[in-house]
Each structure stands twice: as C-alpha cells, then as structure tokens.
C-alpha cells in the first residue's frame, strides 16, 4: 500500500492581512499533481486544514475544486480522503462529501459523537475507507479526548482485516512529543493529546495541525529524506507553504510504503519548492540599530532577491519614526506585491530595568486602532508595571463607563424632547 500524505494546505490564506497566497497554491498542486502522477499511490491524504478560514470565499472554493478534480482525472485509480481541521467548517465538508464520491473521494467533516460507544456496531463503518491494499481509517478535528471512540473503529477493522493489510489512521490534532516550531507558541501553551489517546492497531497516522514535518518520538530524523520505521508511526506532513520567517526547515510531502499490518513502515520526503522564501533582514543574523540601515537593507533586498517575504530584526534601543511601516510599504510600490513585509518586528536586546532577553512592548499601528478598550491594552502591558492595582483599576474604568453611558442617555432624552418640542 502507498500513500500520499499531506496537511494544511490553507487554501485562501491572507498573510499579513494583506497578502493573497492563491499563486502560491497553484504552485504547490502543480507538485503535488506530478508526484502523484509519478508514485501512482493508492490513496493520497489531506490530514486537515484545507482552508484558512471556515467560509471561504466562492474563488477559494473553486481553486478547491479545481484542484482536486483536476488530480482525480490525472489518477483516477488514486482514492483521495481529506478530513476537516480546526480551521474548516465541519458540517459544510460533510454535507459535500455525497457528490465528491463520484471521484473517488472521501470527505469526513463531522467527528463522531461521544456516546456512539455506547450503541450498537457499525456506526464505525462511516470512518473507514476500504481500499484492495488497506484500510484508511479517517478521522475530522476533534476536541477532547476521544480514545474509545478510535479504538472502537480500529477494533472494527481489526475484525474486517483477517488477511493482515496495512492499516492507515489520518487525523488533525498536536499530540505530546511534537515539536510546534513555526506557529509562534512554546510547547505547553497549546493543548495537546497523549499519544496513547490514538489507540493502538493503525501502522501508520498521517496527522495534519502542526506545520514542521516530523515523526512522533524520531525528531533527530527530521532532515532524513528516507527513513524506515517499526508499524506503528505517527507522522506530520507539515503544512504545504510556509507561514512564517520561523520556519527554518524544508516543508515536504510524504510517501509512504506499507506491506502489511505490523510490518516495517518506508517513508520518502518530497521537497516543496517553495514559490516565495521566508527571510529575516539583516541576513547575517545581527540586529538593526537605526532607522535608515533598515530601510537602505530592505530597498538592497527587494533589488537583490526581487521576491519573497521578509520581516526586520530590531535592537531593542532603536527609535523607529510614527510612520515606519509606511516607509517601508511605499518602498516596495514598485514591486507589485513581489516582495512582501511582515510587519511584525523580532526586537532584540536588553531591556535597560534588567538583564534578561525581552521584547519590546509595541504595539503596531493597525493594532492600536483596533482596540476599543483602554483595558485590552493595560491588560498586555500589565507584567511591566508590578504596583499596578488591577483590581482597583478595573473598578475605576467600570465607574467611568457608567458615567458615559448615564451622559449618552440624558443626551438621546434632550435630543428627543427637542425635536417633540418642535413639531406642531
């Protein structure tokens, strides 16, 4: 059995609020089209996150469409299974899957519900895609611990699996061991699930949720094109375009062998050529000290690379102007959105009241102009002003917003009064 195993694909991203990432797509399926073509598998995976956001727009579904449609045709043989993720709409995925069937495809949206374990057998048929060389047991987002509800459905193709095939498990969750790198969060500040929790009896789970390739208990193999491992894999694709300057590694596709249960599993790593690169300026890994080297750094940048993304590396002491990111938007004008800034800073340095590692405490423009509560930025600030009284602060902004509203009322009562004044 082969497959074809991929994740986060984020169709209709925006980066940086500001950047359309469908050529980017375009270039990956144009890949991932090839590798198809050429590995023949048997079934190619989608471990969640198709789209960015829950109700893409009527483009984005097309692209989607078109996509996949257009990857039957080339390999009709190919079973395609795609399951839902955090960021897709469960039920909308679900309530599509009755026409993609046509061609060859499954769209599981819609986890099971927790009290099926309870009920009779066979509930767990809808979650398990039969194929002549395995079983695909396929598995949406979903919250919470739900380690009866997998083992129930991998009991069920145990049952159906006398002849020993492979058994492969896709889902979209972050389980213990994986590294996060390139989401911009530190392990143990996102919920995670034991690995326990997938139950035992796939040889293979193909999750999607976290961007870095990687296997599950195997990080020093990361870099590895090819590697062989004992049944019982947990593996993350990595998502198909990079999302962030973090991401200091190759973000790959994987193929994957399988002879029978319990046998030996073969993994290859398909490198994605990346449309656009991901860079921090300066490039040699020192930080900004003025204004103006930043801004000659990024003009020699867009001159020299001519594409791609970047974001600025800042000393903590360097004094920006009001209209900084203004600059450096209506530098790169002429490079019709070929070169794209990432506005948010990597500050570096000391802080001047102590001696560890900090971030500067700014807050972007666009930002500020979107707070509407005094609070919400105190609240973000709050760890560098240790005298502060929450509480009694709190209190405080409570009474004057009471004040406001009785004045806003007593306004909208005068106001009324005049105009009954004023008619006859």
């Keep these: 059995m082969r497959i074809i195993h991929t994740a986060d694909l984020h169709l209709g991203q ?59 045709q080339l390999c009709p043989a190919m079973t395609i299974v795609i399951v839902a993720g955090n960021h897709d709409s469960a039920s909308r995925m679900q309530s599509e899957r009755a026409v993609w069937r046509l061609a060859n495809t499954h769209l599981v949206g819609i986890a099971p519900a927790l009290e099926r374990t309870e009920g009779p057998d066979g509930w767990q048929d809808k979650y398990i895609i039969r194929l002549d060389s395995g079983f ?23 049952d159906q699996n ?7 498990m896709t889902g979209h969750l972050a389980v213990s061991g994986m590294d996060p790198k390139g989401h911009g969060f530190e392990v143990g500040k996102i919920k995670t699930q034991p ?26 193999d990361a870099s590895c094109l090819e590697v062989t491992y004992p049944a019982g894999v947990i593996r993350y694709a990595g998502s198909a375009l990079h999302v962030s300057s973090d991401e200091h590694f190759p973000h790959t596709v994987s193929v994957v062998d399988l002879t029978g249960h319990g046998d030996d599993v073969h993994i290859r790593q398909l490198r994605i050529d990346e449309l656009r690169h991901f860079y921090t300026l300066p490039l040699d890994g020192t930080s900004f000290t003025q204004e103006e080297a930043a801004l000659k750094a990024v003009k020699r940048f ?17 004094a920006l102007s009001s209209n900084f990111h203004q600059k450096i938007y209506d530098l790169l004008a002429p490079y019709a959105d070929e070169v794209r800034y990432n506005p948010k800073i990597c500050w570096t340095g000391r802080s001047t009241t102590n001696d560890t590692e900090t971030e500067k405490p700014l807050f972007e423009v ?47 009562a005068a106001a009324i009064a005049k105009k009954q004044k004023k008619q006859p």
């Design 195 to 220: 690995v326990e929790s997938l139950g035992t009896g796939y040889d293979y789970a193909a999750l999607g949720h976290i961007h870095k390739p990687q296997t599950i208990g195997r990080q020093a």
């Design 14 to 72: 925006v980066i940086y609020q500001n950047y359309d990432r469908s050529d980017e797509h375009r270039h990956y399926f144009r890949q991932l089209e090839r590798w198809c073509t050429d590995e023949q598998p048997d079934a190619l995976l989608v471990s969640g996150d198709v789209f960015d956001i829950q109700q893409p727009s009527a483009t984005v579904k097309k692209a989607f469409t078109e996509y996949f449609v257009r990857l039957h």
């Design 302 to 318: 867009a001159d020299t690379e001519g594409k791609g993304y970047f974001c600025l590396r800042m000393d903590y002491r360097t």
């Design 366 to 412: 666009a930002e500020l102009q979107q707070m509407t509560d005094p609070l919400e930025f105190i609240a973000r600030t709050r760890d560098q002003y240790p005298e502060l009284d929450w509480e009694d602060l709190r209190s405080a902004f409570q009474e004057v917003n009471e004040e406001l509203q009785r004045m806003a009322e007593e306004e909208k």
């Design 136 to 158: 695909i047991v396929a598995l949406p987002y979903m919250t919470g611990d739900r380690k009866r509800l997998i083992q129930s459905i991998l009991d069920r193709v145990a």
């Design 162 to 168: 006398p002849e020993g095939k492979p058994v492969v």
